[in-house]
């Protein structure tokens, strides 16, 4: 078998003397390493086949690495959601110069140290690390690999990383704003059973908008559903919540759109009219979310935007055409009207 083997920072490390996160600042142009230190790390790097381009360095490769980790899978699954956010990716992958997006998966109850080797195996300039279901202590070993990483979807505050995520408090207190503007006071949340970063941020912005409409922002004091996330399991648990015959609010606000429909396919079931008897809100605009029965009212998230802006960025750090400061891109939300929601004639 002919070829040169791939070449990492763990070998330009090894050959400078230096620890691998030396080498990982060194090829970052990050500050915190010494002159004559890099100086040296350069000149190996380049001996052994990394080469010096646009302020930085950055390896000869044009491929770029998107890594979706998986804790459980109930969250980050084959959805309309991250279908777009890849296709955001892949398409700004080209645009900026690169010729492939090569798509792996993480899965965290399997051997991490043979799925760390299978990615080590690809020859890629940086990684987007798809971060949905992600706590911080699972990033390091995504660190040691040497290239840039941006994060997609999730962020850390322990962790020096760039970010591109959700505004997901803000879209929130938009959300159950809208509803109240429709006349609702009495608002319901439909919320996730899986508690994952995007979730909890959405109770929040849930919790601070009842507080500003003169309502409770304890959570004690508001109509909290926990269902599942999927659409099967949220119809599930809502079915066996109606069960009870409880006072339901006029309006819920949902964590996302599947979780939306699948609540409005229990709700249904009980023969209660959406939204003639409570109306329903969900978060996300999958494009099948303008087919349920009714089409439904939901919060936009730009997700093709999200992954193209991830790529940019992650472009930038391999080319040293960042001033080297951590940053976090929150994208705002719009509010896409369809008929899930009924406007009251007065307020409660």
């Not at 690809?122 to 990033?139: H, Q, S, Y």
């Not at 850390?156 to 995520?165: G, R």
Request: net charge positive.
């Amino acid at each position: 078998m002919s070829g040169t083997a791939r070449v990492t920072s763990r070998d330009v490390a090894r050959e400078a003397g230096v620890s691998p996160a030396t080498v990982s600042l060194v090829l970052r142009n990050k500050p915190g390493v010494g002159a004559q230190t890099r100086e040296r790390v350069l000149r190996i790097a380049k001996e052994m086949g990394l080469e010096r381009a646009s302020g930085g360095v950055h390896r000869k490769t044009s491929t770029l690495l998107f890594i979706i980790y998986k804790q459980h899978g109930k969250v980050v699954r084959e959805t309309p959601f991250f279908e777009a956010l890849i296709k955001g990716a892949s398409d700004a992958t080209y645009r900026n110069g690169y010729h492939r997006l090569s798509i792996s998966y993480f899965y965290e109850h399997e051997h991490a140290s043979e799925q760390l080797k299978a990615l080590q195996s690809i020859k890629c300039a940086g990684i987007l690390l798809l971060a949905t279901e992600m706590r911080a202590r699972e990033v390091s070993q995504f660190e040691r690999l040497g290239v840039p990483i941006v994060l997609l979807d999730s962020w850390f505050p322990t962790k020096n990383l760039d970010s591109v995520v959700i505004d997901n408090s803000r879209g929130a207190w938009e959300a159950v704003r809208y509803l109240h503007g429709m006349g609702h006071t009495d608002i319901g949340y439909l919320h996730s059973k899986v508690d994952i970063r995007n979730f909890l941020e959405r109770q929040q912005g849930f919790l601070s908008a009842m507080g500003d409409i003169g309502r409770s922002s304890d959570p004690a004091q508001n109509t909290i559903v926990r269902v599942g996330p999927t659409m099967d399991a949220a119809c599930m648990d809502m079915l066996a919540y109606l069960d009870t015959s409880p006072k339901l609010p006029t309006a819920f606000f949902a964590d996302n759109d599947l979780i939306a429909s699948g609540c409005i396919r229990a709700l249904q079931d009980h023969g209660i009219r959406v939204p003639e008897d409570v109306s329903v809100m969900g978060f996300d605009n999958i494009y099948t979310s303008s087919f349920f029965n009714p089409p439904l009212t939901t919060m936009g998230v730009p997700k093709e935007c999200m992954g193209a802006t991830a790529v940019q960025r992650l472009s930038n750090i391999i080319k040293g055409k960042t001033d080297g400061n951590t940053v976090r891109i929150s994208m705002n939300l719009e509010l896409v009207e369809r008929l899930s929601v009924a406007r009251l004639q007065k307020a409660d």
